[in-house]
């Protein structure tokens, strides 16, 4: 089973900036597309970024511009650098892989624990 422990939340300025850091378990995770998704009070979870095992990267409107998805294989870490913080930011953040069951099966979604931003005065 995969484990994924999120961090560096916490509370920041209208403008300021963020990275967030997911530490992934096992030893297949250079192969594993992974995401962050995150979730405000009273609103459903939505998609934030998505970098694929290759390096390539596909980000929500909202974020296009400001927002940075990275990852670095060798320490089974993926990164949101998040600029430009504003209000609408505030949420928690969650990392997120697809792991496939079985061969030719769907991906079931696995979720860290999620941290915390607050985007305030």
């Known amino acids: 089973q995969v484990q994924l422990v999120e961090s560096g939340g916490g509370l920041v300025q209208p403008g300021g900036s963020l990275r967030l850091s997911c530490a992934a378990s096992g030893s297949a995770f250079s192969f594993r597309a992974m995401g962050w998704y995150r979730q405000a009070p009273g609103k459903q979870r939505e998609l934030v970024a998505t970098i694929t095992s290759g390096g390539n990267t596909n980000y929500a409107d909202s974020v296009k511009g400001r927002f940075t998805i990275s990852r670095d294989n060798a320490k089974n870490t993926v990164y949101l650098q998040m600029n430009n913080v504003q209000p609408e930011d505030t949420a928690v953040y969650y990392c997120?892989?697809?792991?496939?069951?079985?061969?030719?099966?769907?991906?079931?979604?696995?979720w860290g624990q999620g941290t915390q931003v607050t985007v305030s005065s």
């Open positions: 997120n892989t697809k792991i496939r069951p079985r061969i030719g099966a769907p991906p079931n979604d696995y």
